[in-house]
């Protein structure tokens, strides 16, 4: 029979090796392991928000703007009537 608690924990020490040893490999370069640039980009996006580039605002305007509801992006951790955005 398999114990899938215990094949988690050797599951979890093997790859907890194998990551100290890739970012070790690396030496003084930078070194990632799979998923850690999704990983940091996920949290930049929800501390800074989504970049917009100035082109694709302004077409969202434009847009807004013909359709008669305005595109006003609100900066991050800005204090509105209904809460913190």
Not at 44 to 56: A, I, M, Q, W
Request: proline share 8%; net charge negative.
């Amino acid at each position: 029979m398999i114990n899938p608690p215990l094949l988690s924990k050797f599951y979890e020490d093997d790859m907890e090796v194998w990551i100290s040893h890739h970012l070790e490999a690396a030496g003084g370069a930078v070194g990632r392991y799979p998923g850690m640039n999704a990983s940091l980009t996920e949290t930049e996006r929800k501390t800074d928000g989504l970049p917009v580039p100035d082109g694709l605002l302004r077409e969202f305007e434009k847009i807004g703007s013909k359709c008669g509801v305005p595109f006003d992006l609100i900066p991050i951790n800005t204090k509105t009537d209904t809460g913190t955005i």
